[in-house]
């Protein structure tokens, strides 16, 4: 065993900052390659950060208690989501949460939810410029937000719902802005001029889902027998009879709101991409599009393979609360340990041609453990990750029975808007009606 961090690239801090900013995946495919599935990156002033690549040491770190690791003190997102967030909590606290929002992804509730997904795609995608280059992922933006804008706050309040989501986005244009993509992973997210920077662009988002919460209380009907997500959570209680306070339900509204649209737009748009230079299998699931039986496990399949080799999220980080050991090192207290989604998926000791895009692997395995890791990995797992699957198979569904996806250019490369790999060119193809 060996004290310190493991080897790593001797370039300045600031040119792996900026690679890391950009997410050039070659860069850091060659780091795999030249020092293992375990290396370190500089991408603070402080100390380096510690890449995980590797299916045991993964494990052991998404499993350590919350004394030895701590989740979301660092999260680039925590200004955005608050606090309260499941993304941001941690140790007992997260496990309260956690239980609690659970039961607003029941299968009762995801069925309902999934159905209006479907009802949204159906309907916008008959808006859509036919025969005409568009932009992908600015429609799964709006076609998602709206969606789960009315699986947070009900039908009946479609309209307000609508405001919100419009607030969110002023939120995530500073969330997308490379600048404080920078702030945020090279400094400190916790600072109190990111504070004060976050607070004003999302004061009238949460001043909005304040009031709509205290309609939902206020509604003379109850709560009891709703499926929309914020009723589930206010009527949600811990094991002591205790609730969400409100400036908890905004935190998780904002998280839902926010990340949530955000990650499965980003997954269809790069799903999209992909058949638009895959037609064979595009025709395949086409075929299938109204056979919700038959063709489940071809969609499912195609799904898992695309969030494998383009996660949306490529990285996730925890910070060492202690001296402890990472593999064959022991790490000092604070180091940030990044579970890496994308190189774990391209490491050829746990995946054949890891560079190819074959939805045959998922024949013979099931995704989970800790070898496919896009939602994240062990108890801070994406709750919602069974929902966002569900969702992005409707949405394909509804899209393939109206169109066939022509590609444009060639495949889209990627880029990095603060934790979300996005396509660069936010996914330019053709819709053609069939």
């Known amino acids: 065993m060996s004290a310190g961090y493991p080897p790593g690239p001797a370039t300045p801090a600031a040119y792996q900052v900026l690679k890391w900013i950009q997410g050039d995946e070659q860069y850091m495919l060659n780091l795999m390659k030249t020092y293992g599935p375990v290396f370190s990156i500089k991408l603070a002033s402080k100390q380096p950060a510690v890449v995980l690549a590797d299916t045991d040491i993964i494990r052991e770190i998404a499993l350590a208690p919350a004394d030895v690791v701590q989740t979301g003190v660092n999260l ?67 076609l998602f937000g709206t969606a789960i ?27 997308a ?6 702030l945020m992973i090279a400094g400190d997210p916790n600072a ?16 909005e889902i304040r009031r709509l919460i205290v309609m939902l209380k206020r509604d003379p009907r109850g709560l009891e027998g709703r499926k929309d997500f914020m009723s589930t959570l206010i009527c949600a209680r811990d094991k002591d009879g205790v609730g969400f306070t409100e400036d908890e339900l905004v935190d998780h ?57 383009r996660p949306v999220v490529p990285a996730t980080l ?20 990044l579970t890496h989604a994308f190189l774990t998926h ?38 919602g990750s069974q929902l966002a699957v569900m969702q992005i198979e409707a949405v394909t569904r509804e899209v393939l029975l109206r169109y066939r996806i022509e590609a444009v250019g060639p495949p889209e490369g990627g880029t990095t808007k603060l934790v979300t790999r996005c396509p660069a060119n936010d996914g330019p193809l053709r819709f053609v009606r069939r």
């Not at 802005?177 to 920078?182: K, M, R, S, T, Y």
């Not at 890891?354 to 024949?363: K, Q, T, V, Y």
Request: net charge negative; hydrophobic share 40%.
């Open 177 to 182: 802005d490379p600048a404080f993509g920078i």
């Open 346 to 383: 391209m490491n050829p000791e746990h995946w054949t041609n890891p560079s190819e895009f074959d939805i045959g692997r998922w024949e013979s395995r099931k995704p989970g453990g800790y070898d496919w890791v896009p939602f994240g990995a062990g108890p801070h797992r994406c709750v």
């Open 318 to 337: 925890v910070v060492a609360k202690q001296e402890m050991q990472v593999g064959d090192w022991m790490v000092q207290k604070n180091a940030g340990l």
């Open 76 to 142: 680039p997102l925590r200004p955005l989501v608050g606090p309260a967030s499941l993304l941001s909590l941690g140790g007992e606290t997260h496990v309260r949460a956690r239980r609690m929002i659970g039961g607003a992804f029941r299968a009762q509730h995801l069925d309902s939810h999934v159905e209006i997904t479907r009802r949204v795609a159906a309907e916008q995608s008959e808006r859509w410029s036919a025969d005409q280059q568009v932009r992908s992922r600015p429609l799964m933006l709006k």
């Open 149 to 175: 804008s009315e699986m947070l706050w009900g039908f009946d309040h479609a309209e307000e719902a609508e405001r919100i989501f419009a607030a969110s986005e002023e939120g995530l244009k500073l969330a």
């Open 253 to 309: 509204a904002m998280t839902l709101t926010a990340a949530g649209h955000e990650t499965s737009s980003t997954a269809t748009s790069w799903l999209f991409d992909i058949l638009a230079h895959r037609p064979e299998l595009q025709e395949l699931l086409a075929d299938g599009a109204d056979d919700k039986v038959g063709s489940s496990e071809l969609y499912k399949a195609t799904i898992y393979e695309t969030l494998r080799v």
């Open 192 to 207: 109190p001029a990111v504070k004060r920077v976050m607070a004003t662009r999302t004061a009238s988002l949460h001043s």
